[in-house]
């Protein structure tokens, strides 16, 4: 009897023990919609292998890719409302809840790396106020993951001017891209990252937007022959986490995943230029033409987009205008 009693007591321990570890285990999973090829997959994975390393694996992070769990529009309800303790969206999905966001897709604002990095420096003027208003939604922004610029696909030929895109269908991936699409003659048509190639493949749009490192993440030199340099919008993803889950965590767990956060942000954005390089290089090597607009053919898009910037101003108030008046100091 008493052999049974220690060894039940033993037992007890044993599952006490374990129970113990269980609880001190933190399990991250991360949605996203791109290939975990494409750079913020890659960046994804540099972060997951510095968390686990720092936190001797009491923090594991799952990285669910290609939508295999929520498109990039579903990102935000779903972290926002815990079905999933972190995802990557394009930062335009918020624009539902918070307007301002789409300051990054006001055409050509921000026309130059310089610019780009000033605006999303952290507390800037343009990007601590979005910060603070995702906050808002039940989500906290981990980090931030640079995209590059906004370039035009194409059949046939380049899109040098909005002539070029008068009455065409055109895929865009946020509201305002939309209403850049509508000042220059196309009809727009939302559709995710993750369903861009069928819809090119298919006819569903006659021309795309999107960053060139989606361009080789998803091969869509397969599907499209031509890439039009506007760089006409700054395209920012946002690494977010649900704000309840994250601030039940340990805080030694939520300093490991922080520092992490920090290290993957900057070398994502220190890596861009030479990103898009290689992506632009890839497109050519694979029978793409890249077609960059000239100096007159810029000013005509300039022109035609004006009616973009009333339309942000009228839907953000004295809050937009204060962002954009910072944004156009820098």
């Known amino acids: ?4 009693v220690t060894g039940l007591a033993s037992a007890a321990l044993l599952v006490a023990g374990s129970l113990a570890v269980q609880a001190a285990e933190t399990t991250m999973r991360i949605s996203l919609q791109l290939p975990l090829k494409s750079h913020l997959g890659q960046n994804l994975l540099a972060f997951k292998q510095e968390v686990e390393a720092s936190s001797n694996g009491d923090i594991t ?10 498109k990039d529009k579903e990102v935000p309800q779903a972290v926002g409302s815990g079905a999933i303790e972190a995802g990557v969206a394009s ?9 301002m966001v789409d300051i990054f897709y006001q055409p050509f604002l921000f026309d130059s790396e310089d610019k780009v990095r000033k605006a999303v420096a952290p507390d800037s003027p343009v990007r601590g106020p979005i910060d603070a208003a995702v906050r808002e939604t039940g989500s906290t922004i981990l980090w931030w993951q640079a995209y590059g610029g906004a370039i035009m696909l194409s059949n046939g030929g380049p899109i040098a001017t909005p002539a070029d895109m008068q009455g065409k269908k055109v895929r865009v991936f946020g509201k305002t891209l939309g209403d850049f699409t509508e000042a220059a003659g196309g009809a727009p048509t939302i559709i995710s990252g993750s369903e861009q190639y069928l819809a090119y493949q298919r006819g569903t749009v006659d021309i795309g937007m999107t960053g060139v490192s989606g361009v080789q993440s998803r091969s869509l030199w397969e599907v499209m022959d031509t890439i039009t ?16 889950w994250w601030n039940g965590l340990p805080q030694d767990h939520r300093d490991i995943i922080s520092a992490a956060a920090v290290n993957a942000e900057n070398a994502v954005r220190d890596e861009m230029a030479s990103i898009e390089a290689r992506a ?22 300039k022109a035609t987009s004006q009616p973009v910037y009333d339309i942000f101003l009228g839907k953000t108030g004295e809050a937009g205008k204060a962002m954009l008046d910072a944004a156009q100091q820098f």
């Open 1 to 4: 009897m008493k052999t049974l």
């Open 229 to 244: 340099v506007t760089n006409h919008a700054d395209i920012e993803f946002v690494v977010v986490t649900n704000t309840d």
């Open 91 to 99: 930062l335009t999905r918020f624009v539902g809840d918070i307007p």
């Open 280 to 301: 632009y290089a890839a497109a050519e090597e694979n029978g793409m033409t890249i077609y960059t607009p000239t100096a007159e053919e810029l000013a005509a898009w």
């Open 61 to 70: 992070v799952e990285i669910y890719d290609s939508a295999q769990l929520y």
